[in-house]
């Protein structure tokens, strides 16, 4: 499959004259398509070497044992009996189309671009075959060329989500971002339940700076997504991979939400399981480990594990959620001053924005990533834009102009963390300026002086790629050594905001809080501008 659409690599059949040996030909035929459809390319082989001794030109058996040989992951042979069909039945658009296959499967885009333009030629009707022509134009960089294959699909065939979606991805690529957004909204039109269309749609809001539309897209995405009714009893048999860290942590997120009326007390039974898969772990693993969950306990848990079990309102705040007190003359020439730039300042969200902040992310089963250390993340297309999210995203380039210019949020996350684990790695980000504060209250701290974050004053080279400024930590370790950077700490605080050039390698302090569910670290990152644009 590509883009939506299904592979059309079987034809309409050809019509034989009416005799003995042409029925038992066309009846071989029959039977070799039926055996391809149903995958079972070696026995339908056998029926068309039959057909070909008897006819060694019959274009659809040349047609089908292309077929066949693609099936069997021979491509040039595959080309060979297709070109030898379109030879001898020039005028059958099938044959075409799926030498046009074969070729743009082997990246040989100019000549698929032909073969396609022939079946189009020859069948003017067929909206698949502009669908698959805008394809290859796409990847030949031809958007122009791609955009009016795709507007011709969708005069065939007006309504058809595949195609919408990917001519409004096809628009975002040659931005023209508004066309993007009309054609996103027509395909969920067309089918509502097609979830990557609201991903797509989310970020292209994003990017035009609409975020409080862009989050409500996103979460909308995330609810079909996520949504425990609409696993499959095949999606329920994909195998599941966990931690013990993540199942504690689930468990316990359970557990809460019971305790606060927030779901059902029948959800008590999947966190008893929880628990029973991580006490009946061996000694040897790890918490932060990785595994597959054993089918019978899969079964157990697979409704609620990873699912959008509940998902709190995170509404927004009817005044600022940005605290209005912030002193912004001294922030901003605070952030100017230092070389590089970071600063960083207590108070950042209104306090009924840090508690609405803080329930929904203590609320909210969103937290579907694990990461090798053990904490967990959630991001904007599994639950976490929020409207109130939104709205602080919002509020804090207009509260700090001098720093953020007009800057759009480029990504936001947030981390939740295991007190008996560690955090994040060094690393550096990939935007203009980083935004990272802390929703935790400080009587979860055990250690004041540590928790928080440690910044280091070199900036990653513009020339490292992200694999080696993201996850490179020898090399990063390295580069500072060898340039003589200082590290500055910043000690852990409850709405504490650090505002630092996002080129800055930076990792997780030391984490000391106390157990339990409500005590768990979490901070919170958003990500303004590229790194180029810096």
């Known amino acids: 499959m590509r883009n939506g659409h299904g592979s059309r690599f079987i034809g309409a059949t050809v019509e034989t004259p ?30 068309l070497r039959k057909v070909l001794k008897a006819d060694p030109g019959n274009a659809q058996a040349l047609h089908l044992t292309g077929v066949a040989r693609h099936r069997a992951g021979k491509p040039k042979q595959a080309r060979r009996f297709v070109e030898r069909a379109v030879k001898a039945a020039p005028h059958d658009a099938a044959f075409h189309v799926t030498l046009a296959q074969i070729l743009d499967e082997t990246d040989d885009l100019p000549a698929a671009a032909v073969s396609y333009e022939r079946a189009i030629a020859l069948d003017p009707l067929d909206s698949e075959t502009y669908f698959e022509l805008a394809g290859a134009w796409k990847r030949l960089g031809h958007l122009e060329a791609a955009i009016d294959c795709y507007e011709k699909a969708l005069e065939i065939a ?18 023209r971002l508004e066309g993007a957004v009309e054609a996103y909204r027509l395909a969920i039109v067309a089918q509502p339940d097609f979830v ?8 292209t809001l994003k990017e035009l700076g609409q975020t409080d539309e862009a989050f ?25 991979r966990t931690s013990n860290a993540k199942l504690q942590h689930d468990s316990e997120q359970i557990q809460y939400l019971i305790d606060r009326d927030r779901i059902s007390k029948q959800y008590g039974d999947d966190a008893t399981v929880y628990q029973e898969i991580r006490a009946g772990a061996p000694k040897e693993r790890a918490a932060t480990d990785s595994f597959q969950l054993p089918p019978d306990e899969q079964q157990k848990i697979a409704r609620t594990y990873n699912r959008l079990i509940y998902l709190n309102d995170g509404s927004r705040c009817e005044g600022a959620a ?55 993340g959630a991001v904007l297309g599994d639950g976490f834009a929020s409207p109130l999210l939104a709205q602080i995203v919002d509020e804090l380039p ?12 480029n990504q936001a996350w947030a981390f939740k963390y295991d007190s008996e684990l560690t955090g994040i790695n060094l690393h550096a980000d990939f935007a203009a300026v980083n935004v990272n504060f802390w929703i935790t209250p400080d009587d979860a701290v055990e250690d004041p002086d540590t928790g928080g974050l440690v910044v280091w004053d070199k900036e990653a080279p513009l020339d490292w790629n992200f694999e080696k400024y993201n996850a490179d930590e020898a090399a ?38 106390r157990p339990g569910y409500e005590n768990r670290r979490i901070n919170i990152t958003l990500l303004y501008g590229d790194r180029r644009d810096a």
């Open 18 to 47: 009416n005799s003995k040996n042409a029925t038992d030909i066309s009846a071989l035929l029959d039977e070799a398509a039926r055996l391809l459809f149903a995958n079972k390319w070696q026995r339908a082989e056998r029926h």
């Open 158 to 175: 007006p309504n058809d989500a595949p195609t919408l979606y990917n001519l409004a991805n096809t628009l975002k690529s040659a931005d």
């Open 196 to 203: 990557p269309v609201y991903k797509n749609l989310g970020v």
């Open 216 to 240: 409500d897209i996103l979460r909308a995405g995330a609810s079909i997504m996520f949504a425990p009714e609409t696993l499959s009893d095949e999606e329920l048999r994909i195998p599941l």
């Open 322 to 376: 940005v605290s209005p007190r912030l002193d912004a003359r001294s922030i901003e020439q605070d952030y100017h001053t230092n070389t590089p730039e970071i600063t960083y300042f207590d108070d950042f969200l209104t306090p009924e924005a840090l508690r609405r902040l803080r329930e929904f992310c203590l609320e909210s089963t969103i937290w579907y990533t694990r990461y090798e250390n053990g904490y967990l």
């Open 398 to 409: 207009q509260a700090l102009p001098s720093i953020f210019g007009d800057l759009k949020l």
């Open 476 to 513: 990063m370790r390295q580069f500072l050594e060898e340039n003589d950077a200082r590290a500055v700490r910043i000690p852990y605080r409850q709405n504490r905001a650090l505002v630092f050039n996002s080129d800055l390698f930076h990792e997780t302090d030391r984490i000391a809080f």
